[in-house]
């Protein structure tokens, strides 16, 4: 049976998605890329991962001990995201601005800035799983709407707030699941 990576492709960009951009300083130069896979790992201690492309420019930057920011990309950004997925392509940026930041760049204007320090450098297929250990958090002016990604199109969040969801308490026992009675 023959693998079908269209198909794959196609399925996974129905999962929505916030836009990200990794930047990190470099001697007198700042690196930057976006990136589609950036996530929470783990609350104690406070780590994210981000997936960088196996053949990206930057991949090589991205050595334990190295500091970066992750910018989470605010709603009226896209064009920001673009430029950056395009890196190293003749195309005039738009206007923006990184400022340094606890050892690293942040990306002004952005909906939430972490500064990272990397911790691990994990091979994933075509891509490298960074794994960074949160130093800093800068949370950006409200309102804070976030770049969606879906069905390779950005969006928007609705104005309205949505369902809150439920508090959980960690207990001791293990694991608990949450769900909603039909």
Same mark, same amino acid.
Do not use: K
């Given at each position: 049976m023959?693998?079908?990576?269209a +198909? ?6 129905? @999962?929505?998605?916030?836009? +990200?951009?990794?930047? @990190? +300083?470099?001697?007198?130069?700042i ?8 996530t ?6 406070? !780590? *994210? @991962? ?10 090589? #930057?991205?050595? *334990? ?9 605010r709603?009226?950004?896209?064009? #920001? ?26 990306l002004?204007?952005?909906?939430v ?12 297929g075509?891509? !490298?799983? *960074?794994i960074g ?6 949370l950006? #002016?409200?309102?804070?709407?976030? !770049? ?32 909603e009675?039909?």
């Amino acid at each position: 049976m023959t693998f079908d990576s269209a +198909a794959f492709r196609q399925s996974m960009s129905q @999962l929505p998605t916030g836009v +990200a951009v990794v930047a @990190l +300083a470099e001697e007198d130069a700042i690196h930057a890329m976006t990136v589609g896979s950036f996530t929470s790992l783990s609350l104690d201690p406070p !780590l *994210v @991962l981000a997936c960088i492309g196996g053949r990206a420019r930057m991949a090589p #930057l991205f050595a *334990v001990g190295q500091m970066f920011s992750a910018n989470v990309l605010r709603s009226d950004q896209a064009a #920001l995201s673009t430029y950056f997925a395009r890196a190293g392509m003749a195309e005039t940026p738009p206007p923006h601005r990184f400022l340094p930041w606890e050892g690293s760049p942040r990306l002004e204007g952005s909906a939430v800035s972490l500064a990272c320090r990397v911790d691990q450098v994990v091979p994933g297929g075509d891509h !490298l799983i *960074v794994i960074g250990r949160v130093q800093a958090i800068h949370l950006g #002016l409200t309102p804070r709407d976030p !770049l969606i990604f879906f069905d390779r199109r950005y969006h928007r969040v609705g104005a309205g707030t949505g369902d809150q969801a439920p508090e959980i308490e960690a207990q001791e026992e293990g694991p608990r699941a949450f769900y909603e009675m039909w």
